[in-house]
């Protein structure tokens, strides 16, 4: 099999989905797996996602990215203290809760180190992947951190990026659990820790599968 680029969209805690969408892509050592951030809060096993990837990255080339939530944890193991409750409303709790802790800095330290290790963004020959979003006039590489990981597309779209390539994005849930898709921008978060579903598409071929919260692949 040719060696594949799969995106795959917002996780937030949702391990069975993640798990069937591992199951039904079958990445293998040849493929590159991006995973586009926003692994913990809101969903019911954030500590089973990051279990999950962890493992992944020995299947075959994991790029994650990080997300807000995923920043925001770290931001508060680091010291700011003055965010735990904004976190904690914004789905944190359930990460607490999957880690049966009371506190961030509870949370495993090689599951910590997984998101210290995660990437502002990514780049191919063809495509670029962020969290959020990204000023089309710029490099990847001179992007503010707030445009990566906490803009929402819904505010305002980005337009085609200067590289002429792709962009896969995520962070702006789509309600509908449909991929936006604008030609030069595709937003593969589709709400899966609410009413949609987990999104993960094959950049080159267009290819997606999708499964539900419950693990539930669907058509």
């Not at 040719?2 to 995106?7: F, K, N």
Request: aromatic share 8%.
């Amino acid at each position: 099999m040719a060696a594949r680029t799969i995106a795959m969209g917002d996780i937030h805690g949702c391990s069975l989905a993640l798990a069937a969408l591992i199951e039904a892509v079958k990445p293998g050592p040849s493929d590159t797996v991006v995973t586009l951030g926003d692994y913990v809060d809101r969903g019911c096993d954030s500590r089973g996602v990051i279990c999950q990837l962890m493992e992944l990255a020995q299947r075959c080339r994991l790029v994650p990215l990080l997300g807000n939530h995923d920043e925001m944890l770290l931001d508060i193991v680091w010291g700011r203290r003055d965010l735990l409750d904004d976190w904690l409303n914004f789905g944190g709790d359930a990460t607490l809760a999957s880690y049966e802790c009371v506190a961030p800095e509870q949370i495993p330290a090689w599951h910590l180190d997984f998101l210290r290790e995660c990437r502002p963004w990514y780049e191919s020959d063809r495509f670029l992947f962020v969290h959020a979003s990204y000023d089309a006039r710029y490099p990847l590489a001179g992007q503010p951190a707030e445009l990566l990981r906490w803009e929402s597309i819904r505010d305002q779209f980005p337009g085609p990026h200067c590289s002429g390539k792709r962009a896969i994005v995520g962070h702006t849930s789509q309600k509908s659990g449909r991929v936006l898709d604008l030609g030069y921008l595709q937003c593969i978060d589709t709400w899966v820790y609410g009413d949609g579903c987990l999104t993960a598409i094959d950049v080159d071929t267009g290819q997606t599968w999708q499964a539900d919260r419950r693990g539930t692949l669907l058509p």
